[in-house]
């Protein structure tokens, strides 16, 4: 087994602000993956890394930047936070040519 | 496009009684697809429920079964006797694998089901 943490779980930030998720797993998973969700609706992906110091955007990446800095840490940053933005940000991994992702806890974004 | 539809919510059942959650998916660039049951219990993070991924065969976690039916492109949820537990906010997700061995999910909306006693 393994577990997904991440950091922070409440993040509170002002509108235009450059903002930084963190994403831990200790699954030895290949893939990881940030996606967003907002109130009432399914998870939209925003960028993927398929390995160490990879990056693929994906259908949300706009306004996000991500980093792999080992294969264990994937960290998402807003780059100017808009207050329609408001999410809970999900990051998950998997095994390479797997399809079935785990998951961590989420972080809430407020933009005040 | 690729895209998966699902039971619109709020959904209310009582104790005891029967559940299906509709999900139908749209698989028009994906040549295998694995199809998922996601959930999400109150104040926890989003789990694995069930997954089939190949068609024609059936799934089954917890008591609840989908089927995953190639022609109608279908993949519902069902339970036979529901508890006041399953309540929880229940996300079907279709599955395709990327260039470079990568898997990317596209999830319905999600169905929040309240079951009461």
């Known amino acids: 087994g393994g577990i997904i943490t991440q950091t922070p779980k409440f993040l509170i930030g002002q509108e235009g602000q450059k903002l930084t998720l963190k994403c831990q797993q200790n699954f030895n998973h290949d893939t990881m993956y940030w996606y967003r969700q907002d109130s009432g609706k399914g998870l939209r992906l925003i960028y993927y890394?398929?390995?160490?110091?990879?990056?693929q955007k994906g259908d949300l990446s706009e306004g996000y930047d991500a980093s792999r800095e080992k294969k264990s840490s994937f960290s998402l940053t807003v780059t100017s936070a808009q207050k329609n933005e408001m999410a809970v940000f999900l990051c998950?991994?998997?095994?390479?040519?797997?399809?079935?992702?785990?998951f961590g806890p989420g972080t809430r974004l407020t933009v005040l | 496009g690729d895209s998966v539809t699902q039971t619109e919510g709020p959904v209310t059942v009582s104790e005891s009684e029967s559940l299906i959650i509709n999900c139908t998916y749209s698989a028009t660039s994906i040549a295998y697809p694995n199809l998922f049951w996601y959930v999400r219990y109150p104040g926890e993070g989003l789990q694995l429920l069930l997954k089939v991924i190949t068609a024609g065969q059936k799934g089954s976690s917890r008591g609840f079964e989908a089927t995953y039916n190639k022609e109608t492109t279908s993949f519902h949820l069902q339970k036979a006797s529901v508890q006041e537990s399953d309540s929880a906010v229940y996300y079907c997700a279709l599955g395709a694998r990327n260039q470079g061995g990568s898997a990317k999910l596209i999830f319905g909306e999600g169905t929040k089901l309240t079951v009461s006693s």
């Open positions: 998950a991994s998997s095994r390479q040519n797997y399809a079935e992702q785990f």
């Open positions: 890394s398929i390995t160490e110091n990879d990056l």
